[in-house]
């Protein structure tokens, strides 16, 4: 079956302190995976897509098919950092979120 | 507002009834997907038009219906409600296929009493 997991609901971490939020997905074929990240009172919106090998507000995410998964990183947190974070995989037609994490950035 | 529009922000309304949904995309989107999230389950993805026609069928329930009319604003159909349809309703555009980067509105709120 085709999904994307998030296996954490909550996370919290200190100010400057890394964190990496996890994500594993279940897909027979090539797909195409993003963060999306929703902050307090703002739209979901894109924060980075594995096809671009980008660095977003200093968040990292590498596609690793042997173990399938893409999880976020980043070095040192931020406390704007704090909001929900989902991981998305879209194949041929098809789209699947995960059911996101909360971060919580403690200052 | 160039970006994404859905009315109304709030819709209170009893069990049994129907409602509808209505989604703006942003200006030279064609693609539109409609969403669900409610607190258990996170963001569920219902279905997807492109450019008029049905392109992707995701968890929608029957009771529920959508399209997408020429000029490209859509609108779910949610009927025969349940206390359990309450949630809140995403709509989202993309230029064109799903792997292009969706631009989310912000969302209906559906109570169910």
């Known amino acids: 079956a085709q999904r994307v997991t998030q296996p954490e609901k909550l996370l919290s971490v200190f100010k400057g302190a890394p964190v990496e939020l996890k994500c594993n997905y279940s897909y027979s074929g090539s797909p195409e995976l993003f963060w999306y990240v929703q902050y307090s009172r703002q739209r979901l919106q894109l924060l980075l897509r594995?096809?671009s090998r980008e660095s977003i507000k200093g968040f990292t995410a590498d596609l690793n098919k042997g173990e399938t998964s893409f999880h976020l990183k980043k070095p040192f947190a931020q406390e704007e950092d704090s909001a929900m974070y989902y991981c998305?995989?879209?194949?041929?037609?098809?789209?699947?979120f995960g059911t996101g994490t909360r971060l919580t950035v403690i200052p | 507002d160039s970006g994404v529009t859905q009315t109304p922000k709030h819709l209170i309304t009893a069990t049994g009834q129907r409602v509808t949904l209505r989604c703006s995309p942003r200006s030279g989107d064609l693609s539109v997907y409609w969403y669900q999230q409610s607190l258990d389950q996170g963001l569920q993805f219902l279905i997807q038009y492109y450019n008029g026609e049905e392109r992707a069928k995701g968890n929608i329930l029957e009771r529920f219906s959508a399209q997408q009319f020429p000029d490209l604003h859509s609108e779910l159909n949610l009927s025969s409600l349940e206390l359990g349809d309450s949630a809140l309703y995403f709509c989202?555009?993309?230029?064109?296929?799903?792997?292009?980067?969706?631009?989310f509105g912000p969302g209906t709120r559906l109570t169910v009493l």
């Open positions: 998305a995989l879209t194949g041929a037609n098809n789209l699947f």
């Open positions: 594995h096809i």
């Open positions: 989202a555009s993309s230029v064109l296929a799903p792997y292009n980067e969706q631009f």
